[in-house]
């Protein structure tokens, strides 16, 4: 994945700057730096096949729609 704006981990793509162990978005700090986080790509888990339904059986005769 990269590079994700601490607080929204929205993607940033970029230059970025070191400052005190931490990493900030922009080539030098200034006051619109924003502190990053590097987050690792998750890998698509396989999706279950979804269990066909099951069919209602017939209605006795004379029944409405609302029985």
């Known amino acids: 994945m990269g590079w994700v704006y601490a607080n929204d981990r929205y993607p940033y793509e970029g230059e970025t700057h070191e400052l005190?162990?931490?990493?900030?978005?922009?080539?030098?700090?200034?006051?619109?730096?924003?502190?990053?986080?590097?987050?690792?790509?998750?890998?698509a888990a396989p999706?279950?096949?979804?269990?066909?339904?099951a069919k209602a059986g017939p209605k006795p005769r004379g029944a409405s729609a609302w029985d």
């Open 20 to 43: 005190l162990g931490k990493t900030y978005s922009g080539k030098t700090r200034t006051p619109m730096s924003r502190r990053l986080e590097w987050e690792e790509p998750k890998p």
């Open 47 to 53: 999706s279950k096949p979804k269990q066909p339904r």
